[in-house]
């Protein structure tokens, strides 16, 4: 992410207060009360819409089952545990019936693969949060390693984003008196050694950006007071955040400073002897290093030293090099109209790559030698979704998993089977599989593709139940997201197999631009000025699903949560009759205000600034709050969002509920008082939300069978 320039030379400045002056004076909202997060007369409206909502949800025959069931799921000892390597130990964090809270905890390497690891037990979050009265919500561990025991607990209260950060000591299993610890803030925090730190958090005026996250990092020895620290680095205030990278490897330790100056664009700096060196690199590219090599992805065309690299490329070059200056690299990866790259990680000497081919997984292993560079695709399940990840620790000197991965596969009907393998060749191993959670026989699959407005071929996928065929009756769920270039490719889900496919729904999934699934340009198509072809791409599979009868409007509900969420309100506006119901999660919608509440600043580089006369122009267009009116016949509506919610504002949810609801238009809202931007603080929690949203959907989309 990187910083803007600013050229505001004097003939230019009174063009530049024009174009920067807000856009207009907004007209007074009335609900802007609403936006107290805690206040009591906030909390009230809160309590009196939970009780309206909840009696007409619970009333369906389904309801109390379907929470029953989707919570056994939840925490079913059957699942795969989740683990990460360090060291000698795989490590996991674990929620079942009896532990919802959660219990943190560690088994050798050999014994992960049997189907019963014997776990040592690290933390019972259960019994810390019963001892200190407080809702502790786990938000991860960062660990020195190498011989040290020492780690750095990440808890929140009630699912918020900010966190509370504890030293914990693995050997003896509890927490460090006198430790680093840090109060409730989005911070971030990385060890370089025992005895210090590099912090970012809440320090009073000045410390954080305009988004609310870390601006100035410190270095912070241990025994000292945090206000003592040493200021090392700093952001600006319009930046998103400022950050810390540490790299342990021996021979390679790096420390790197990030600012993230949009929610795309960066400035690296390495940190050495105190000095900084500002990395040069092509603002939206991502830079890591890999021992003696560099390795960059890009977002954009970058052209350098006479060759031209395409966005969504893979490069790799020398390390000693490129700090020189010279800028020789080979591709690893170079996209297509239809492959694009998914992820990345590395082993001891290879580069494991994940691609994405037409919206279904393959994974690659390139391997350096003295001719360069050479390529083994991984034999794998296809088509569905694949990710592979390195067990490699840079920090293990005979390391027996230099060259190992984990590679994970599941699509919509196939449960996630987890299987071990060697970058260097070989089969993979099946090691871990999930049960089947439903009866999948006689549901099938289906790629299909619809024309958006401009022409542009948007795919999309349908789940069809057992015996379903296309007559228009079928009660379908159409869900999306389409922002961020984060990419909605097949997942298994029991709880949709159970509430949905099971009893005749039919689910479709649609891989919307604004998205990942084709690179980098497939999401820059639908940024700021773009965005309305997100919205565009959504109605169009809308459409085509009603035209070939896969369902009908009457039988039609949509759904999609943050960003997704504001897609939600925006399709609904635009095309009330597409559809019969609408699940409206943890949403942006008032797109005036959205850059003032919580992390919404960070986002801009998405969205654009509304207070920009240029940039408005086009957000008002489709900001779902300002859009939205009465005597327009509207699809009923679910609204579910969390008060503990600390990355998009719950405020607006609330607003638009209550807007809705003056106009006259059937609403229906869920506020959980806990669960941050997931809605749930665990499983119990997420299985009530679920089991009203499947209530909802079936009371009105039609029936179950």
């Avoid at 590395?346 to 001719?371: H, K, M, Q």
């Avoid at 986002?603 to 005597?631: C, H, L, T």
């Avoid at 503990?644 to 003056?662: L, S």
Wanted: glycine share 10%; hydrophobic share 40%; with cysteine.
């Amino acid at each position: 992410m990187s910083l803007a320039l600013r050229l505001l030379a004097a003939p230019l400045m009174a063009l530049a207060l024009t174009m920067n002056a807000p856009a207009q004076t907004p007209a007074p909202d009335p609900h802007l009360w609403l936006e107290d997060v805690s206040g009591d007369a906030a909390l009230n409206w809160v309590r009196q819409r939970n009780a309206a909502s909840r009696p007409v949800l619970e009333a369906h025959p389904d309801f109390a089952a379907n929470r029953t069931r989707l919570k056994a799921i939840m925490d079913s000892k059957e699942r795969i545990p989740s683990a990460s390597r360090r060291g000698e130990h795989f490590y996991n964090f674990w929620q079942d019936a009896e532990h919802p809270r959660g219990l943190w905890r560690r088994t050798p390497l050999d014994r992960y693969a049997q189907p019963q690891p014997e776990w040592e037990l690290l933390l019972d979050l259960d019994a810390l949060a019963r001892s200190e009265g407080e809702n502790w919500v786990w938000k991860g561990a960062q660990c020195l390693g190498g011989r040290s025991s020492r780690c750095l607990l990440l808890l929140s209260r009630g699912g918020a984003d900010a966190t509370v950060v504890r030293e914990f000591d693995l050997a003896t299993r509890a927490f460090v008196a006198d430790g680093f610890r840090l109060p409730e803030a989005k911070s971030s925090v990385s060890w370089i050694d025992e005895q210090q730190v590099l912090v970012g958090t809440d320090t009073g005026p000045g410390s954080l950006t305009d988004s609310g996250y870390p601006r100035v990092m410190w270095l912070w020895k241990r025994g000292q007071p945090l206000a003592e620290a040493q200021r090392v680095f700093e952001a600006q205030p319009t930046d998103v955040s400022a950050d810390a990278i540490v790299d342990h490897t021996p021979g390679f330790e790096r420390v790197m400073f990030q600012r993230a100056i949009d929610f795309y664009r960066n400035e690296l700096f390495l940190w050495e002897r105190g000095a900084l060196q500002r990395l040069d690199k092509p603002a939206d590219a991502d830079l890591s290093f890999w021992k003696e090599r560099v390795l960059l992805r890009l977002r954009s065309d970058w052209t350098i030293s006479g060759q031209r690299w395409p966005a969504g490329s893979l490069l790799v070059g020398d390390a000693a090099a490129y700090l020189a200056g010279k800028r020789q690299f080979t591709a690893l990866f170079t996209p297509t109209a239809t492959r694009s790259l998914a992820g990345y990680s590395t082993t001891r000497s290879r580069v494991l790559i994940d691609v994405l081919d037409n919206v279904a997984g393959r994974a690659e292993a390139w391997t350096p030698g003295p001719g360069g560079w050479s390529r083994r695709e991984i034999q794998a399940p296809f088509p569905g979704t694949l990710s592979t990840r390195s067990l490699h620790d840079p920090q293990v000197a005979s390391d027996p998993l230099a060259e190992g991965f984990f590679a994970s596969y599941t699509d919509f009907l196939t449960p996630d089977t987890l299987y071990q393998g060697d970058a260097g060749g070989g089969a993979l191993q099946a090691i871990k599989a999930r049960p089947a959670f439903f009866d999948a026989s006689g549901m099938r699959v289906e790629q299909r593709f619809a024309t958006s407005k401009d022409g542009t071929r948007v795919p999309y996928f349908i789940v069809w139940p057992k015996d379903a065929r296309a007559d228009g009756q079928h009660p379908t769920l159409l869900y999306g997201y389409g922002g961020f270039e984060v990419s909605m490719n097949p997942w298994y889900s029991g709880g949709f197999g159970t509430a949905w496919y099971g009893k005749g729904g039919v689910l479709v999934v649609a891989n919307i631009r604004g998205g990942g699934e084709f690179g980098p340009a497939w999401h820059q198509a639908a940024v700021r000025e773009g965005k309305q072809k997100s919205y565009d791409d959504f109605i169009a599979v809308a459409e085509d699903l009603v035209a070939t009868r896969v369902t009908s409007p009457r039988h039609l509900g949509i759904m999609g949560g943050s960003n997704g969420g504001l897609l939600m309100g925006a399709v609904m506006v635009q095309r009330p009759d597409l559809f019969n119901a609408v699940v409206c999660q943890v949403p942006l919608l008032d797109m005036r205000r959205y850059h003032t509440l919580l992390a919404g600043a960070s986002w801009m580089a998405e969205y654009g600034d509304p207070d920009k006369a240029e940039d408005w122009a086009f957000i008002s267009r489709y900001s779902p709050y300002q859009n939205v009116k009465a005597g327009v016949k509207m699809p009923k509506l679910l609204f579910v969002t969390s008060t503990r919610d600390d990355r998009v504002h719950p405020g607006h949810a609330r607003k638009m509920a209550a807007r809705m609801i003056e106009q006259g238009h059937e609403v229906l809202y869920y506020e959980n008082i806990e669960g941050g931007h997931g809605a749930g603080a665990d499983n119990a929690q997420h299985a009530d939300r679920m089991a009203l949203e499947f209530a909802f959907l079936w009371q009105q989309l039609g029936p179950a069978p």
